[in-house]
């Protein structure tokens, strides 16, 4: 496996280097596996069917949303792991904290075996692509 990496120029924005520009490697996007593809994957490796497939997985999901919902932690085997994270902003007193200085929840991934043996094998390839001057945007999909 190897994943395509362009070199993209970009403004240092903190360090010693502040305002500077540099070449930086990016990683560049495969395209996406749709949900609908991956149930159709796994369903020819195996003796399920596609519609097994997609509600087991669509299950697999609601149940972990409401577990991280209630504040615990899922953990997928192998795969890996997932958990809520939020930090918050600082108040110069204890009193002054109230849940507004809560920043925006996020899921944490840590990797299980499965993922972290795959990293380990994972080359860069350079591409020869135009320059670019700025960030590529990245569409990601709305819903699963």
């Known amino acids: 496996m190897s994943l395509a990496v362009i070199v993209v120029k970009r403004k240092v924005l903190a360090g010693e280097d502040a305002g500077q520009e540099k070449w930086y490697g990016q990683v ?7 949900f609908e593809k991956l149930c159709k994957q796994i369903s020819h490796h195996c003796m399920v069917t596609y519609a097994d497939v ?4 669509r299950e697999v999901l609601n149940c972990a949303a409401n577990i991280l919902d209630d504040g615990s ?3 997928l085997g192998r795969v890996g792991n997932l958990r ?24 944490i991934f840590s990797p299980g075996k499965v993922i972290r043996d795959m990293l380990r ?10 320059v670019v001057e700025k960030e590529i945007p990245c569409d990601l999909p709305h819903e699963m």
């Open 121 to 130: 094998e994972v080359k860069f390839r350079k591409e020869n692509v135009k």
């Open 54 to 57: 997609s509600g087991v997985m």
């Open 73 to 75: 932690s899922v953990q």
């Open 84 to 107: 809520l994270s939020a930090g918050s902003y600082g108040v110069e007193e204890e009193p002054d904290f109230t849940l507004r200085e809560m920043k925006t929840p996020r899921v």
């Open 28 to 34: 560049r996007s495969g395209t996406w596996i749709t």
